[in-house]
Every structure is written in C-alpha cells, then in structure tokens.
C-alpha cells in the first residue's frame, strides 16, 4: 500500500452517528495531520497529532495515533450534514526546509439527513 | 483570520502555452509551498520554498516548472509550455516558523487549470 491510505474510501452514515476513517502509512513520520476538503475547494486543516502522542481532540474530533501499527484514525461524533466532504490524513517529514505533506487517498464522507 | 489567496480561481490555456499561477501566502509565514491534484487522484507534493530558494522538489517538478517570490507577499508557479496532464488544482500553501505552529500548513483555495 502507499504512503497513506485511508479507508473506507468512502462512508455514508445518517446526521449523528459517528464517523470514523482510518490512515495506514509506511515510513517514520514526524507528525501526522488530517485535512478536510469539500467537493472542488481547498483544503482545511483539522488536527495535528505528534508521533510522541496517541490522542489528541479538537471539539467533535478524535484522533488516535498508533506508530508502532503506523496507522492513524479520524473520529467525527455527532455528525452533521455539514460534515460531508473528503478527508484526508497527510504525514510530515521534516526536514531543515520545510514539512513536505504526503497525502492518503481520502475517504469520501456523506451525512444524510 | 489570515488565508492564503490564490489567483486566478480558474484557466483555461492551449497546449504550449505558459501559464502563472498566483499566489498570496499568509503575512510573516517563512515557507511556501505548490501542490496539485489531478482530478480523482491524490494531492501531491510539487516543490517547497525557503529562504529565497527552492528546498525540496517532487520528480513532477521538471524543467518545464519554475518557482519564484519577486516581492515581500507573492508566491508564483509557472508552467513555461503546459502539457495535457498538467490539467489539476493547483494549490499553494504556507507555514510558519517551524518551532512555533509552523508544522501545520494552511492552503489556498486552488487554482483549476484546464490545458487543451
């Protein structure tokens, strides 16, 4: 598999379920960030999580970071409609010039009403 | 909130033809950055750029692409003769100082470029 690929790739729930994704990736990774994108929009940051931490929250979202499984996952409580969109995980690499993302493949997420 | 802006939303070019892409990052961040996505397919890396120079590029970044910050706040990718498949959104982003937020990366909304 490649360097980040989420699964599902794409999940349909109803308004307030919870909604969770799943990022597996294959090389050391600084940190590990998730993204948001709606459909043909630019992309959001959500949350960063550091390899040294295994949960981080953000209002109605969890992440969870696993380095020895090198996999990460996405929680979404409480779901909206609003919510529906792509969401991607993207691992850092740091470097001394910057931090080069490298994306997953995305998990298409639809909330019905 | 600051945003990274991105001009324009859209274009439309001929095969051959060279292209800017413009791009405006957030005031004081010190790294900018080009990404793009073929429709369907994943966002890639293209090149990044620190310090008035070019510090990592992706083997997509060939001769045909070139990076430039001609004054304090512009950030532009140029696509000197534009091929078929360069046809993605392209999107800039920047970030801070690496020790402050500067692991977080904050993108534009994308330019859409269509090569026929």
């Known amino acids: 598999s490649q360097q980040g690929e989420e699964d599902p790739q794409a999940l349909s729930i109803q308004e307030g379920e919870n909604a969770t994704m799943n990022c597996s990736y294959k090389?050391?990774?600084?940190?590990l960030q998730w993204y948001r994108q709606n459909s043909g929009r630019g992309l959001v940051h959500l949350i960063l999580i550091r390899s040294n931490e295994r949960e981080k929250h953000s209002g109605r979202l969890r992440v969870t970071l696993d380095t020895s499984k090198k996999s990460s996952s996405l929680l979404i409580t409480a779901s909206r409609a609003a919510d529906t969109a792509s969401y991607f995980c993207a691992t850092v690499e740091q470097w001394g010039g910057g931090n080069k993302l490298t994306f997953g493949t995305g998990t298409q997420l639809k909330v019905e009403l | 909130e600051p945003e990274v802006t991105q001009t324009p939303s859209h274009q439309v070019t001929q095969m051959g033809q060279e292209v800017i892409l413009r791009c405006v990052p957030i005031s004081n961040h010190l790294y900018f950055y080009w990404y793009r996505q073929i429709l369907g397919q994943k966002v890639e890396f293209l090149v990044s750029?620190?310090?008035?120079?070019?510090?990592?590029k992706s083997e997509i970044f060939d001769d045909q692409f070139s990076v430039e910050r001609p004054d304090g706040s512009n950030f532009t990718l140029k696509i000197r003769s534009t091929k078929l498949e360069d046809s993605a959104m392209y999107f800039c982003a920047s970030s801070p100082a690496l020790r402050t937020r500067g692991q977080t990366q904050y993108f534009g909304p994308g330019t859409r470029l269509l090569v026929l």
């Open positions: 090389t050391s990774i600084n940190n």
């Open positions: 750029f620190y310090n008035n120079e070019i510090s990592e």
